[in-house]
């Protein structure tokens, strides 16, 4: 069974802000908590579908292979930048035109995947081995994915129902932090940091 390291580590990953808990939060803002719900089957999906692979199969064929993690950066810097530039765009729609189809489960699910969260968790963190070694570790991985994704869909509803935050902010705000760390991603990727 995952020690203390284990949950430790995997809730300090989840609950730190990047591009897939600001679409949960932006999704909640908009839709509320209940609706935004779906969302999490998204992010659980999205981290599994790339978790499972690497802590079965993957870890030990990409050892000395840093061009693909290279790759692997600039791809999701790409997939955060146009999703900057898509919830600038919705911010800029009057006020009920879209807003409630401004996140998806589809959007939230690659994300995920293309998290670097993901590929830390499947490489370092989960136990590697066969699938059924490490179910005990994948069934508290998902309970500490649902529960951290659900602190970022009521911190997006607070924020919908704030009376001085409208959607139209909320979303620029999430635009604007969603560049950054796009700009984080290529640094880090082609070693400007």
């Not at 969302?39 to 579908?49: D, I, M, P, S, V």
């Not at 729609?93 to 968790?121: R, S, Y």
């Amino acid at each position: 069974m995952p020690d203390s390291f284990f949950l430790f580590a995997i809730l300090a990953l989840l609950l730190t802000p990047g591009p897939t808990n600001t679409l949960l939060t932006v999704g909640a803002a908009a839709r509320g908590f209940r609706k935004s719900l779906t969302l999490l089957l998204g992010e659980l999906c999205g981290y599994l579908t790339v978790v499972i692979p690497l802590a079965t199969v993957a870890a030990a064929l990409l050892d000395g292979r840093p061009t693909l993690s290279v790759a692997l950066r600039v791809v999701a810097a790409c997939w955060v930048l146009f999703l900057a530039i898509r919830l600038w765009l919705v911010s800029s729609k009057p006020a009920g035109e879209g807003d409630a189809k401004a996140v998806t489960v589809a959007q939230v699910f690659l994300t995920t995947m293309l998290n670097p969260k993901a590929p830390i968790i499947g490489l370092v963190i989960m136990p590697h081995g066969p699938l059924m070694d490490i179910a005990p570790a994948l069934g508290l991985f998902s309970l500490l994915v649902a529960g951290a994704g659900t602190c970022f869909l009521l911190l997006g509803s607070f924020l919908g129902q704030a009376p001085v935050l409208s959607p139209r902010l909320v979303y620029r705000i999430a635009a604007i932090f969603l560049v950054v760390f796009s700009l984080g991603l290529v640094s880090s990727a082609t070693g400007l940091i």
